[in-house]
């Protein structure tokens, strides 16, 4: 790894005009006004491998976090065929645990964040008026270390075909407690362990690029007071990320040390295995709401343009959104009630635990609030946006519920808490993306997708989280422990109707990528620069500008098709 870091600084060093890629004294731009960064792209592959365009990275971060959701789903689904009845079923414990553990960082490290990258690079300087990323090759820096990290997370199962065994995926569970990940003798922990810390690494340099990008390259006519709820969210999230990921870093080069160096950082004689606990969480719960957070922006950013109504409260949303990012460093510990820590202090962040879910209620019922009185249009992506605001009602009410310390004990490391952290990660953050998607579809390929197959998408994805995750919620005040490959027969109806749910949600899923693919190639064409009729309602944001100012100044394309509303009635009838 440091031969590789020291060849592409010695790389980087012998590049030119550096200049052309960062932002001119005076507030000037970069990119396509000043023609240095993507005036002239070259063809092809070549265009994706050299690219810095924010455009362009913004649709590989997008590409690639679908084919990283699309790993976590399948291990899941083989996760929870095996599930469907109590005793070993198609794959042994130690599978079963390796498919456990890459599903957690993958759907964590390696979809959650970049898909809200994935937006965040494309949009952020269309809504803020930028013509680009504050440092471009910084930017593309950041994604293109993302796939050697999947490929170190994930090196293990090939590996253990191809060395015999020798080699083994992790199967430490995605948290990584000690002492199991110190003394699991298995050279596929050390390589999850440099994949994690090269996502983190990518991970921090986007968020320093959003960071000075939203306080250095706005317009001239967007001050604080008028800038869009999805950027107050990211500079957020990012400001979250700078404070909280070198932390999982240095925990993640001691848990190295530990299991390389024999150092004593997490043994018993040493800092012991609680002191990784504290590391982890306290990047762990900022975390959550890094996910979280841009996904509520895109919800109050997209919601009020099919309510006709601009968002309810907006100061009050930005607020709560500051908020919670200052709340989240304080709660961490709630996911250690039952280690024995003092209980004064145990209180104090059941406390901070109880008092975070206040602001988040706010967004709630500003969401609620918006919706009241608007005129409603039930195109797909408002129906992800009230998918969104329902399946986080239901994730955080049971997150109030794990944050009181008698409850917890009873429910700690139980099913419910699987349930839990699902509605909000499955059910929120990834209904939230598909809303994004479906919104902006028009603006990145020129076309629409098919209406009822997006509904299908939103009917069965919902159905289906529902049923599976609310079975886990029962399956928890059962008693039922997660983490487990079988189980007692009594748990066997519960476990077959979550079963059932996730295929349900998984075959939605496949209606997704086939509407997905089938659309941008063949999908009619926009022929209007406000696809969702926006302007009607004085709803138009900047990106909308940008996309019609681009129509107008490129070279005609095939016409004659009538734009439709997701592929079916025309827009002005819906």
């Known amino acids: 790894m440091g031969v590789l870091l020291v060849g592409v600084a010695a790389f980087l060093t012998r590049l030119e005009d550096w200049r052309s890629y960062t932002p001119l004294a005076g507030g000037g731009y970069v990119g396509e006004q000043t023609g240095h960064a993507h005036s002239e792209k070259p063809a092809g592959i070549v265009r994706w491998l050299t690219t810095v365009d924010h455009k362009d990275i913004g649709l590989l971060y997008g590409f690639y976090g679908l084919f990283a959701f699309a790993w976590g789903g399948i291990a899941v689904l083989i996760m929870r065929t095996e599930l469907a009845v109590p005793e070993q079923f198609i794959i042994g414990a130690n599978?079963?645990?390796?498919?456990?553990?890459?599903?957690?960082?993958?759907?964590?490290?390696?979809?959650?964040?970049?898909?809200?990258?994935?937006?965040?690079?494309?949009?952020?300087?269309?809504?803020?008026?930028?013509?680009?990323?504050?440092?471009?090759?910084?930017?593309?820096?950041?994604?293109?270390?993302?796939?050697?990290?999947?490929?170190?997370?994930?090196?293990?199962?090939?590996?253990?075909?191809?060395?015999?065994?020798?080699?083994?995926?992790?199967?430490?569970?995605?948290?990584?407690?000690?002492?199991?990940?110190?003394?699991?003798?298995?050279?596929?922990?050390?390589?999850?362990l440099l994949g994690l810390h090269l996502s983190g690494v990518s991970a921090t340099m986007g968020a320093i690029n959003f960071i000075a990008t939203i306080f250095t390259e706005r317009g001239e006519d967007v001050g604080w007071e008028k800038l869009d709820i999805f950027s107050w969210t990211m500079i957020t999230q990012s400001g979250l990320i700078l404070f909280s990921f070198p932390l999982l870093g240095s925990a993640l080069v001691m848990l190295l040390m530990d299991?390389?160096?024999?150092?004593?950082?997490?043994?018993?004689?040493?800092?012991?295995?609680?002191?990784?606990?504290?590391?982890?969480?306290?990047?762990?719960?900022?975390?959550?709401?890094?996910?979280?957070?841009?996904?509520?922006?895109?919800?109050?950013?997209?919601?009020?343009?099919?309510?006709?109504?601009?968002?309810?409260?907006?100061?009050?949303?930005?607020?709560?959104?500051?908020?919670?990012?200052?709340?989240?460093?304080?709660?961490?510990a709630h996911h250690m009630f039952s280690t024995g820590i003092d209980p004064r202090i145990r209180a104090s962040f059941m406390a901070v635990s109880l008092a975070i879910a206040v602001p988040s209620a706010v967004k709630v019922f500003n969401w609620i609030t918006t919706m009241w009185n608007g005129r409603l249009r039930l195109v797909a992506p408002m129906l992800f946006c009230i998918g969104f605001v329902q399946n986080f009602i239901l994730g955080g009410v049971t997150g109030v519920f794990l944050a009181s310390i008698p409850v917890d004990l009873v429910l700690h490391d139980t099913y419910y808490v699987v349930g839990h952290f699902h509605f909000i990660v499955m059910g929120a953050i990834a209904m939230a993306g598909f809303a994004g998607i479906y919104y902006w579809f028009p603006m990145f390929t020129g076309r629409m997708y098919q209406r009822t197959l997006a509904k299908w998408h939103f009917w069965l994805t919902m159905i289906g989280s529902n049923v599976t995750f609310l079975a886990m919620l029962l399956l928890g005040y059962g008693g039922m422990p997660r983490r487990y490959a079988t189980y007692l027969p009594q748990f066997t109806d519960l476990h077959l109707v979550a079963t059932v749910g996730a295929f349900v949600m998984g075959f939605g899923q496949l209606i997704f990528v086939y509407n997905l693919v089938v659309s941008w190639l063949e999908g009619p064409r926009v022929e209007s620069g406000d696809p969702w009729d926006l302007e009607d309602d004085g709803m138009k944001t900047k990106e909308w500008e940008w996309f019609e100012r681009k129509r107008e100044t490129a070279i005609a394309t095939d016409g004659g098709e009538e734009v439709r509303a997701d592929g079916g009635e025309t827009i002005e009838e819906e």
């Open 259 to 332: 299991r390389n160096f024999a150092t004593t950082f997490f043994a018993a004689e040493g800092g012991g295995p609680i002191l990784w606990q504290h590391l982890f969480w306290f990047f762990g719960h900022p975390e959550v709401y890094i996910l979280v957070l841009p996904p509520m922006g895109l919800v109050s950013l997209i919601l009020p343009r099919f309510a006709g109504r601009k968002l309810f409260g907006f100061k009050f949303v930005v607020y709560s959104t500051l908020a919670i990012g200052v709340l989240s460093f304080g709660v961490w």
């Open 95 to 192: 599978f079963y645990n390796a498919l456990l553990t890459t599903h957690g960082i993958t759907m964590l490290f390696l979809f959650g964040t970049p898909i809200i990258a994935a937006f965040g690079n494309y949009f952020i300087p269309l809504l803020i008026g930028a013509d680009d990323m504050a440092f471009p090759r910084i930017n593309a820096i950041a994604f293109w270390l993302l796939p050697p990290a999947a490929v170190l997370i994930w090196a293990g199962f090939p590996l253990a075909t191809l060395t015999s065994g020798d080699i083994q995926p992790a199967q430490t569970s995605w948290t990584m407690y000690t002492p199991l990940s110190v003394e699991q003798t298995n050279p596929g922990v050390d390589l999850m």
